[in-house]
Nanobody, 126 residues
Framework: VQLQASGGGLVQTGGSLRLSCAASGGTVSSYAMAWFRQAPGKEREFVAGFSRSGRITNYADSVQGRFTISKDNAKNTVHLQMNSLKSEDTAVYYC????????????????????WGQGTQVTVSS
């Protein structure tokens, strides 16, 4: 499956952005999907994800209550709605997928996901 992330940009503190991850060559309903981010000088970290079943979501503590991951099976796209953005949310955001995860498992480690998009930059300014 190929993944194309989009929707990043520059936003002020407290603002919102909606990231999209369009999949081709596979259907998002068959994959565990996740968003990760990587800030300069830091390791790639888990942000939010879906299990393969689509029924289980998981969020990093740092974004819980502010970010929402959703899946549009008809458009074969996964979204990340980001509200109340903070300067520490500044990073390159990546979407990722894995077709071999257990059905009810949300992969939170980068090595658990096989397919990666190219990343989209999110910059939050004060």
């Amino acid at each position: 499956v190929q993944l194309q992330a989009s929707g990043g940009g520059l936003v002020q503190t407290g603002g919102s952005l909606r990231l999209s991850c369009a999949a081709s060559g596979g259907t998002v309903s068959s994959y565990a999907m996740a968003w990760f981010r990587q800030a300069p000088g830091k390791e790639r970290e888990f942000v939010a994800g879906f299990s393969r079943s689509g029924r289980i979501t998981n969020y990093a503590d740092s974004v819980q209550g502010r970010f929402t991951i959703s899946k549009d099976n008809a458009k074969n796209t996964v979204h990340l709605q980001m509200n109340s953005l903070k300067s520490e949310d500044t990073a390159v955001y990546y979407c990722a997928a894995d077709g071999g995860s257990p059905w009810a498992f949300v992969p939170r480690r980068p090595e658990n996901l096989v397919y990666w998009g190219q990343g989209t930059q999110v910059t939050v300014s004060s």
